[in-house]
């Protein structure tokens, strides 16, 4: 069954989101239930059908290689929780 | 109470010199000190930018501009906290943006202003959209402007409830599977989802990249015309916009459906369907019917696989999407040893439950071992979906079909249950996987309590103006859209 194959802390880990106990606990009951009620998919056979990823099939839009105007420097910082010198900080990434 | 008129209305008015757009944004500022604190459409507006731009649009009147080349000129639209408005707050009714300030303006937002319209306040609504009840936002939840302890329908939930209790002209929402049409349908108010790539989304806050569309929700079906008019069009910061010629909408109102094929489709009619929506929409087709309209039955035979698609493929995209929301570059940061730990704690904190939800199930669906079984069959049945739909427009100018199958429900009652939830989109879910356009007006009203039910009109790829032109036909031989909540009518 879906819900004995879902791994809640691992799905969690993956999507980087951390739950606390009772989150975990409820969220995996309801995903367990979703994912029992998404297995009707099962019940259509799809062999042959080319998946659809846009409705409208528009392939290959590009636009001249050119240098345009785009967000100044401190408008993108502007939002920013940490910033110095014009950079974003970030925690120590190497030790 | 200039605040209940329409924008063709008004446009005249102003145009006259009988009103001026002062005026007007003073009507819909003070109808919101009224009424807002019931409804809480609301998340924040900023009275004083909005009254300067209405004092620079009556600038404009004064010295000779006209609504040929501006045709919003005046008009106050309000906007969904979804979409980017240069120096205002920008926050999806989410915590994770914290103090967020958009630096630009999304491409409609642009359109508006161009248009000459008051662009202001901040709209509520389920966070990043994910939501059918706008129970689901950080600032609180909307209420249905009809009966207050009832939602207004989601995710536009304040974008609805906005334009129904006539706090604006008109506004802005976004639909990924129902989320214009279902609150406009409950809420009593015209809401219309374009062709996938007919609107740009430029400025957009992304949840599923292939089913997001912007629209518009107006008093009626000539506002409708004019406001896609103003949205439409190709946009090179749009990828997905679609070079296809933007026509005059409102030319296409002319009454004219005999002849017209409506498909009535077989298996909307089962099943969980309320005997009043049923009526009232019985009543509608009856209605187009003797306004020259031709019935035929349809099928769309994939219909009941229709939400267990959406959400596969809704959930994924939102995954990739939202995974911008690592306290990194904006909003709120909660810190951690390591950036790992601070992704997981900040989106631990900023994101409510739904979104977690919705992440977690596309995560999971496009992981590892999954993926085949879950995603790309949904891709595949999403064919299947949409070659119904095209089948289906071999017999029919358009499909007619309930907006809902309930009217508006009670808050809280389906807070619990996400899978009651999610089904109550079973309507609505199809028209964004075709990628095809879809409008809801209203078409009558339950007993007890009295509620709005909306209709909803299909139309195939860019067949808005067929959708628009049956909308107001019927419209234009009713008189639900005159109707207005007593909440707001109330002076």
Redesign the interface.
Known sequence: MAEAQ?D?KY??????????PD?EKK?AA??G???N??E???E?D?AG????????P?VN?T?ADEIRPS?PHD??L?????QANGL?I????VE | MLNRLTIHELAQKLAKREVSARELMKSCLDQIARVDGKIHAFISHDADAALAQADAADKEISSGATRTHKPLLGIPIAIKDVLAVKNQPLNCGSKILGKFISPYDATVIEKLKAAAAIVFGRLNMDEFAMGSSTENSAFGVTKNPWDTTRIPGGSSGGSAAAVAADECIASLGTDTGGSIRQPAALCGCVGLKPTYGRVSRYGLVAFASSLDQIGPFTKDVRDSATMLEVLSGVDPRDSTSVPQPVPNYAAALDGKIKGLKLGLPKEYLIGGLDPEVKAGVDAAVKQLEKLGAEIVEISLPHTDYAVATYYIIATAEASANLARFDGIRYGLRVDGNDPAELYSKTRGAGFGAEVKRRIILGTYVLSSGYYDAYYLRAQKVRTLIRNDFLKAFEKADAIITPTSPTAAFKIGEKSDDPLQMYLSDIFTISCNLAGICGISLPCGFTKSPRLPIGLQLLGKPFGEETILKIAHAYEQSTNWHKERPPLAAAV
């Open positions: 879902f809640i799905i969690a880990h993956l999507a980087r989101i951390a739950l606390a989150e969220l309801q995903l239930n979703i994912l009620y998404v009707k998919l099962k259509l799809v059908v080319e998946p659809t990823a846009h409705a409208v528009m839009v636009r967000l408008e993108a502007r939002n920013a929780p940490a974003f970030v925690p120590k990434i």
